[in-house]
C-alpha cells in the first residue's frame, strides 16, 4: 500500500521560480488537503478539497494554486516563489466513514525558496 | 472559534516517567479528537483518537483524558520510551462536512536514558 505520495521530496527554488508539488493517494479517498508547516507553528491549511473537480482555501492560501481533476492526484501549484514559502509541505487524504476522520500523511516535501 | 492550543512547547522527561501533553479548544462544535505523532523527516501519523462522549481512551501506554465541560483534553505517555521521542500534534474536527482538522503548534518530546 502506497498511501499518501508526494513528489519531489526536496527542491531549492530561486525567487519568482514557479513549481507544481505533486500529491496522488491510492485509498480511493474523497478528501484531500495541502498543510505547510513552519517551526514551532503546527500545520497550517492551505487548500483542501472534497472531491474531483471541487477545491477551497483553507487559512493560507495566498500564492498558491490547487486543482482536482481526479479522485487521486491534487497536486499544489506555487507561482512566483518568495522566501517566505520556505517550508515543508504536507498532502494528506482523509474519507468520512466509520464516523471518525483520520487524516493519512506523506512524507513530505522540503523547500527552499532563496 | 477554530483554534486549538497546545502546551508545552517543549518537553523532556526522563526513561521511564510519565509525558503530559495538553490542549484546550473554543469550537464545542468539534467532535473528534485525535493526537498525531510525528519523527523526524516523516509525516505525522494518527496515534490515538476520543469522541466527546467518553472521558477517556487508553491504548497500550498511551491515554487520552477529555474534559468536556472545561474544552480541554490530554495525551499522557506512561513509562516513557526513548523511542517515544517525537512532535505530538492535538487536534479537533467535525466529522463529516468538509472534515477539516485544525491542528494544535506541536509539542518536541525528548526522552532521556
Known amino acids: 500500500n502506497a498511501g499518501v505520495t508526494q513528489t519531489p521530496k526536496f527542491r531549492i527554488l530561486k525567487i519568482g521560480q514557479s513549481m507544481t508539488l505533486q500529491c496522488t493517494q491510492d485509498m480511493n479517498h474523497n478528501y484531500m488537503y495541502w498543510y505547510r508547516q513552519d517551526p514551532g507553528m503546527g500545520l497550517k491549511l492551505i487548500y483542501y478539497s472534497v472531491g474531483a473537480g471541487i477545491t477551497d482555501k483553507g487559512e493560507v492560501p495566498n500564492g498558491y494554486n490547487v486543482s482536482r481533476s481526479t479522485t487521486e492526484d491534487f497536486p499544489l501549484r506555487l507561482e512566483l516563489a518568495a522566501p517566505s514559502q520556505t517550508s515543508v509541505y504536507f498532502c494528506a487524504s482523509s474519507s468520512a466513514s466509520g464516523g471518525k476522520n483520520i487524516q493519512y500523511f506523506g512524507a513530505g516535501t522540503r523547500l527552499s525558496v532563496l | 472559534q477554530q483554534q486549538v492550543k497546545q502546551s508545552p512547547q517543549s518537553l523532556i522527561v526522563q526513561k521511564g516517567g510519565i509525558s503530559i501533553i495538553n490542549c484546550a479548544y473554543e469550537?464545542?462544535?468539534?467532535?473528534?479528537f485525535p493526537w498525531y505523532q510525528q519523527f523526524p523527516g516523516k509525516g505525522p501519523a494518527l496515534l490515538i483518537a476520543i469522541r466527546p462522549d467518553v472521558s477517556e481512551k487508553k491504548e497500550g501506554r498511551f491515554t487520552i483524558s477529555f474534559n468536556k465541560s472545561a474544552k480541554q483534553f490530554s495525551l499522557h505517555i506512561m513509562d516513557s520510551q526513548p523511542g517515544d521521542s517525537a512532535t505530538y500534534f492535538c487536534a479537533a474536527s467535525i466529522v463529516g462536512g468538509y472534515q477539516k482538522v485544525t491542528f494544535g503548534t506541536g509539542t518536541k518530546l525528548q526522552v532521556i536514558p
Open positions: 469550537n464545542t462544535a468539534f467532535d473528534y
